[in-house]
């Protein structure tokens, strides 16, 4: 499985954006999508998950209402738009993807990366 996170860029804060992740390859169903960031010197750190149906969603407490996850899972791709930024948004964003129905909020518990888009907030 391969996965292309895209999407990202230079914006200011306040702005929106929407990342796309397309997965490839083998990609038998089903498989959960989720999203990850890592700022400069940090860990990398979950950020939203949505399940195989798409019917149940996860966010961590810093991203809640400000991003939203969802998938196509008829085109194998996963988005996170994100609204409002804050420089502390700025990472490099990681989509991940684990084989089964529900959500995934471990780093360990996927099973493919993809390579990262970076997403970078001026004040």
């Known amino acids: 499985v391969q996965l292309q996170a895209s999407g990202g860029g230079l914006v200011q804060a306040g702005a929106s954006l929407r990342l796309s992740c397309a997965a490839s390859?083998?990609?038998?169903?089903?498989?959960?999508m989720a999203w990850f960031r890592q700022g400069s010197g940090e860990e990398r750190e979950f950020v939203a998950a949505?399940?195989?149906?798409?019917?149940?969603?996860l966010y961590a407490d810093s991203v809640k209402g400000r991003f939203t996850i969802s998938r196509d899972s008829a085109k194998k791709m996963a988005y996170l738009q994100i609204n409002s930024l804050k420089p502390e948004d700025t990472a490099v964003y990681y989509c991940?993807?684990?084989?089964?129905?529900?959500?995934?909020?471990?780093?360990?518990?996927?099973?493919?990366w993809g390579q990262g888009t970076l997403v970078t907030v001026s004040s």
């Open positions: 390859g083998r990609t038998a169903s089903p498989y959960a």
């Open positions: 949505i399940s195989w149906s798409g019917g149940n969603t």
């Open positions: 991940g993807y684990r084989i089964g129905y529900g959500v995934v909020e471990i780093e360990k518990d996927c099973d493919y």
